[in-house]
């Protein structure tokens, strides 16, 4: 006869503590990789963005990322004041800061290839080829379905534009049938 579990090994076995503990050990891998660098998960992805859409606004990069507004511009600004970014002000809407890599900030994320590739390779080192495909394929559906629940719905739709089809146009954050957009 199989004994019951205690309330904490039940705890333990929750999808959203696994979840959260994945996301722990995640970070702690990009940053064990990275570590010299002094760079955290996200402003690469921040740095990452900003290489294949230079231009955007502080809004548009949160939106790409899943991020909220006051993080994003925490972070942007801990990335200027390192030389990473800069922000240039548009043209057309004096209002509005588009951000940019500066030549510091491509050197870093040249720099920080090898590392974020050795990094995710850990992470999904622990299951077989077949597992890795089907471990993706699984977050990727549960966010796919839950991610306009969120208070910062990632906006995958902006994520497939060109880059020169992103200034002005608003696009609603992803979400599945029959759920509304916060």
């Known amino acids: 006869m199989a004994s019951a579990k205690?309330?904490?090994?039940?705890?333990?076995?929750?999808?959203g503590f696994l979840i959260r503990r994945a996301q722990q050990i995640a970070v702690a891998l990009f940053?064990?990789?990275?570590?010299?660098?002094?760079?955290?998960?996200?402003?690469?992805?921040?740095?990452?963005?900003?290489?294949?859409?230079?231009?955007?606004?502080?809004?548009?990069?949160a939106k790409l990322l899943g991020l909220d507004?006051?993080?994003?511009?925490?972070?942007?600004?801990?990335?200027?004041n390192?030389?990473?970014?800069?922000?240039?002000?548009?043209?057309?809407?004096?209002?509005?800061?588009?951000?940019?890599?500066?030549?510091?900030?491509?050197?870093?994320?040249?720099?920080?290839?090898?590392?974020?590739?050795?990094?995710?390779t850990r992470v999904l080192s622990a299951f077989s080829p077949e597992e890795r495909i089907a471990f993706v394929g699984l977050l990727d559906k549960f966010v796919g379905k839950f991610n306009g629940s969120t208070?910062?719905?990632?906006?995958?739709?902006?994520?497939k534009r060109t880059p020169n089809r992103t200034r002005g146009t608003r696009v609603k954050p992803m979400q599945s049938k029959?759920?509304?957009?916060?």
């Open 6 to 15: 205690s309330p904490i090994e039940e705890l333990h076995q929750r999808p």
């Open 31 to 61: 940053l064990e990789e990275t570590g010299p660098l002094g760079i955290t998960n996200t402003q690469y992805g921040i740095l990452l963005v900003l290489k294949n859409r230079p231009g955007l606004d502080q809004i548009s990069v």
């Open 69 to 80: 507004r006051s993080t994003t511009g925490m972070v942007l600004g801990k990335l200027e």
């Open 82 to 120: 390192a030389g990473l970014v800069e922000r240039q002000i548009e043209k057309q809407d004096r209002r509005r800061h588009n951000l940019a890599l500066t030549a510091a900030g491509a050197h870093m994320l040249e720099q920080l290839a090898e590392p974020a590739r050795r990094a995710q």
């Open 151 to 159: 208070r910062v719905p990632l906006d995958a739709q902006r994520a």
């Open 178 to 182: 029959g759920q509304s957009v916060k």
